[in-house]
């Protein structure tokens, strides 16, 4: 079992920058798919970005390639999110997510969650 503790949520003016952290507990962190999801007010929550154990594969949602970039440090046992080019609707609260299963975009497919960091874009 792991938990999952994220951080680095905030207020931040469009266009402008942030990154997430996600420290996960115990001793098996490199056996865990990673991923992002994000939920906003009123919508369904939606996958963002997911990375392997080794972190040399990576996926992204097409609303958020070229601007994020996921990324693992199996030694700390965080995943981090970096947000670049933020937009208005980026504006959700952000999931960090683990899996034992192989990487996948779809929130069933992992089993441990964190508890959400906010991130609000302003115009």
């Known amino acids: 079992q792991v938990q999952l503790v994220e951080s680095g949520g905030g207020l931040v003016q469009a266009g402008g920058s942030l990154r997430l952290s996600c420290a996960a507990s115990?001793?098996?962190?490199?056996?865990?798919?990673m991923a992002w999801f994000r939920q906003a007010p009123g919508k369904e929550r939606e996958f963002v970005a997911a990375?392997?154990?080794?972190?040399?594969?990576?996926v992204y949602a097409d609303s958020v390639k070229g601007r994020f970039t996921i990324s693992r440090d199996n030694a700390k046992n965080t995943v981090y999110l970096q947000m670049n080019s933020l937009k208005p609707e980026d504006t959700a609260v952000y999931y960090c997510?683990?899996?034992?299963?192989?990487?996948?975009?779809?929130?069933?497919?992992?089993?441990?969650w964190g508890q959400g960091t906010q991130v609000t874009v302003s115009s």
């Open positions: 115990g001793r098996t962190f490199s056996s865990y798919a």
């Open positions: 990375i392997s154990l080794s972190g040399g594969s990576t």
């Open positions: 997510a683990a899996s034992l299963r192989r990487l996948g975009v779809k929130s069933d497919q992992y089993a441990y």
